[in-house]
């Protein structure tokens, strides 16, 4: 598959869409590996990813179905929610908490650019694999100060969100992607249309 192929299948693989089958660590240390050359200002490589499978993957998802209890408030809470957390332990083979290391040399969205970008390079090569895949998922709970406690995250550490991977399930159908025309999002100076 070419890079250029691997950008446009590029989807998220929601955890419901995953067989529970456990994605090899060969599989996983690739993908971190090719996380680690995203782009980054004065080289700060502010990406951290906190990778957890089998019981203590367990015992995270129990941590956010606790969160999610505690901080939702009665008017809002959705007991689906739960027992969709609860699924996860049997669909999702890990779950890589995204954070995000601050170096105070370079603005804070810079950092959390590069971080995206070595996001974006996991899915890339989840992919090109055609059979493994993942979710970016970024829940309010996991964005707040309990939950980087749970971590034991140091002050200049932020949460970004779970990364859940897994392994394709037969019965999943690989959505069509879909964009609006690229040329409408763009200006060129001078107006290429203008010349003579």
């Known amino acids: 598959?070419?890079?250029?192929?691997?950008?446009?299948?590029?989807?998220?693989?929601?955890?419901?869409?995953?067989?529970?089958?456990?994605?090899?660590?060969?599989?996983?240390?690739?993908?971190?590996?090719?996380?680690?050359?995203?782009?980054?200002?004065?080289?700060?490589?502010?990406?951290?990813?906190?990778?957890?499978?089998?019981?203590?993957?367990?015992?995270?998802?129990?941590?956010?179905?606790?969160?999610?209890?505690?901080?939702?408030?009665?008017a809002l809470f959705n007991h689906t929610k739960i027992e969709k957390l609860e699924e996860r332990k049997k669909q999702v083979s890990h779950i890589i908490v995204i954070c995000m290391q601050r170096n105070n040399l370079i603005p804070e969205f810079e950092e959390i650019a590069a971080t995206a970008m070595a996001v974006q390079n996991m899915w890339l090569y989840l992919t090109k694999t055609l059979k493994y895949g993942g979710y970016w998922s970024t829940p309010a709970y996991a964005l707040d100060s309990d939950f980087a406690a749970f971590l034991h995250l140091s002050e200049s550490e932020r949460c970004l969100g779970l990364f859940y991977v897994g392994t394709r399930s037969l019965e999943s159908i690989e959505s069509k992607g879909q964009r609006g025309e690229w040329a409408k999002k763009v200006s060129f100076y001078p107006n290429k249309q203008s010349k003579n």
């Open 1 to 74: 598959m070419t890079l250029e192929e691997s950008i446009r299948r590029r989807r998220s693989l929601y955890p419901k869409q995953m067989s529970g089958e456990k994605v090899p660590i060969e599989v996983l240390e690739k993908m971190l590996e090719m996380a680690n050359w995203a782009p980054t200002h004065l080289n700060t490589e502010p990406w951290r990813f906190k990778v957890f499978a089998e019981e203590d993957k367990d015992r995270l998802l129990d941590h956010c179905k606790n969160s999610y209890v505690v901080q939702t408030p009665a």
